[in-house]
């Protein structure tokens, strides 16, 4: 089992920048590819960004060149770094991981444990 706890969401300008932690405990996080999605009200969970146990990364079209994914394997986080952030990206953000898809996913099906979110909000 793997537990994972979110944090740094909050409400934000547009234009600002948010950074949000996952902290991993139970078994060994650097084995996992760690993944961020998003979730509005009446839609699907969406993929965000993902990096895998050694570090390699992919972003949604959306967001890339303004979101960076990252890990310290020493402290079982994984963080997503926010810039120019934009109205349209005020979500529920939820941090996931996933043993099987060792290179990341842009896939909900793929994660085995989730965390239980943190909302972002930015304001117009």
């Known amino acids: 089992q793997v537990q994972l706890v979110e944090s740094g969401g909050g409400l934000v300008q547009a234009g600002g920048s948010l950074r949000l932690s996952c902290a991993a405990s139970?078994?060994?996080?650097?084995?996992?590819?760690a993944g961020w999605f998003r979730q509005t009200p009446g839609k699907e969970r969406e993929f965000v960004a993902c990096?895998?146990?050694?570090?390699?990364?992919d972003y949604a079209d959306s967001v890339t060149g303004r979101f960076t994914i990252s890990r310290d394997n020493a402290k079982n986080t994984a963080y997503l770094q926010m810039n120019s952030l934009k109205p349209e990206a005020t979500a529920v953000y939820y941090c996931?991981?996933?043993?099987?898809?060792?290179?990341?996913?842009?896939?909900?099906?793929?994660?085995?444990?989730w965390g239980q979110g943190t909302q972002v909000t930015v304001s117009s």
């Open positions: 139970g078994r060994t996080f650097s084995n996992y590819a």
């Open positions: 996931a991981a996933s043993r099987a898809a060792v290179s990341g996913s842009r896939s909900t099906y793929q994660y085995d444990y």
């Open positions: 990096v895998s146990w050694s570090g390699n990364t």
